[in-house]
T-cell receptor, first 111, second 110 residues
Framework: DAEITQSPRHKITETGRQVTLACHQTWNHNNMFWYRQDLGHGLRLIHYSYGVQDTNKGEVSDGYSVSRSNTEDLPLTLESAASSQTSVYFC??????????FGAGSRLTVL | GEDVEQSLFLSVREGDSSVINCTYTDSSSTYLYWYKQEPGAGLQLLTYIFSNMDMKQDQRLTVLLNKKDKHLSLRIADTQTGDSAIYFCAESPGFQKLVFGTGTRLLVSP
């Protein structure tokens, strides 16, 4: 069965370290998205991609980067982790419509 | 700007109806969505409504859309303990991009 997987599911890191969260989907979806979920804010869009070599900034992109070298993967990198980036991160993918398929989430704690 | 608002919490008794409300800002959204998030999991699509519709019913779920007031609601009939979750509404202001609300945590007590 097709799926979307995120790793690691839990990560604790220190301020200033570089962190990469992986997202891999086998749906063959063109569109991939990264959201963060925080209490009181719901889900906010970080970055998104409509295809290979395409990346776009969302509403909270500062301090994050993504790259899309193939259809299946959209890794999210925090160049220098900050405590404000402690959150739960969700990757999602979609085909041509707006119906998103979500991963199970990655909980990141920055100490 | 884009802003989708929901109340944060709703508590009901098993067997009652639940109504979760949402207000959105982008009148150009073609579809409006309801997603459900169970504990420790990602979001799953529950239902959606096309913007030229007023109502959509799907088994125990009824979605009402008031475009004039930019108000969306989700009614769950005969609410069960398994319906306890966080419910997100979402608008689609741009090409294949969703803006989510803050989420409403529904607690169903026996």
């Amino acid at each position: 069965d097709a799926e979307i997987t995120q790793s690691p599911r839990h990560k604790i890191t220190e301020t200033g370290r570089q962190v990469t969260l992986a997202c891999h989907q086998t749906w063959n979806h063109n569109n991939m998205f990264w959201y963060r979920q925080d209490l009181g804010h719901g889900l906010r869009l970080i970055h998104y991609s409509y295809g290979v070599q395409d990346t776009n900034k969302g509403e909270v992109s500062d301090g994050y980067s993504v790259s899309r070298s193939n259809t299946e993967d959209l890794p999210l990198t925090l160049e220098s982790a900050a405590s404000s980036q402690t959150s739960v991160y969700f990757c999602a993918s979609s085909d041509s419509g707006n119906v998103l398929t979500f991963g199970a989430g990655s909980r990141l704690t920055v100490l | 700007g884009e802003d989708v608002e929901q109340s944060l919490f709703l508590s009901v008794r098993e067997g009652d109806s639940s109504v979760i409300n949402c207000t959105y800002t982008d009148s150009s959204s073609t579809y409006l969505y309801w997603y459900k998030q169970e504990p420790g999991a990602g979001l799953q699509l529950l239902t959606y409504i096309f913007s030229n519709m007023d109502m959509k019913q799907d088994q125990r779920l009824t979605v009402l859309l008031n475009k004039k007031d930019k108000h969306l609601s989700l009614r769950i009939a005969d609410t069960q303990t398994g319906d306890s979750a966080i419910y997100f509404c979402a608008e689609s202001p741009g090409f294949q991009k969703l803006v989510f609300g803050t989420g409403t945590r529904l607690l169903v007590s026996p």
